[in-house]
């Protein structure tokens, strides 16, 4: 079993910056990919970005350069990066691990607020 715990989610103004993190633990092995997801009220919950074991990444269209994937895998960490925030990016900010022959886990959220 894995157990995927957000943080780094809080109220920012337009144009600022936060950081994510998603610590892992439990049986993490075998991951297809690590990745980001996001649901604003009324919306069906969306890619942000994702990252392979090898180092590929993919975006959703929204991102436009702004957000930066990363991981440590000796911390078993994900990072969001997220710069040049807007208020539609206000959602809450999931972690999730796809794993080869073992579905998927998602952390609880953590909410980001972009506003003045």
């Known amino acids: 079993q894995v157990q995927l715990v957000e943080s780094g989610g809080g109220l920012v103004q337009p144009g600022g910056s936060l950081r994510l993190s998603c610590a892992a633990s439990?049986?993490?092995?075998?991951?297809?990919?690590r990745g980001w997801y996001r649901q604003a009220p009324g919306k069906e919950r969306e890619l942000v970005a994702e990252i392979t074991p090898g180092g590929s990444t993919n975006f959703g269209v929204f991102v436009k350069g702004r957000f930066t994937i990363s991981r440590d895998n000796d911390k078993n960490i994900l990072y969001l990066q997220m710069n040049s925030l807007k208020s539609e990016d206000t959602a809450v900010y999931y972690c999730?691990?796809?794993?080869?022959?073992?579905?998927?886990?998602w952390g609880q959220g953590t909410q980001v607020t972009v506003s003045s």
């Open positions: 439990g049986n993490i092995f075998g991951i297809h990919s």
């Open positions: 999730k691990f796809t794993f080869w022959a073992r579905g998927e886990a």
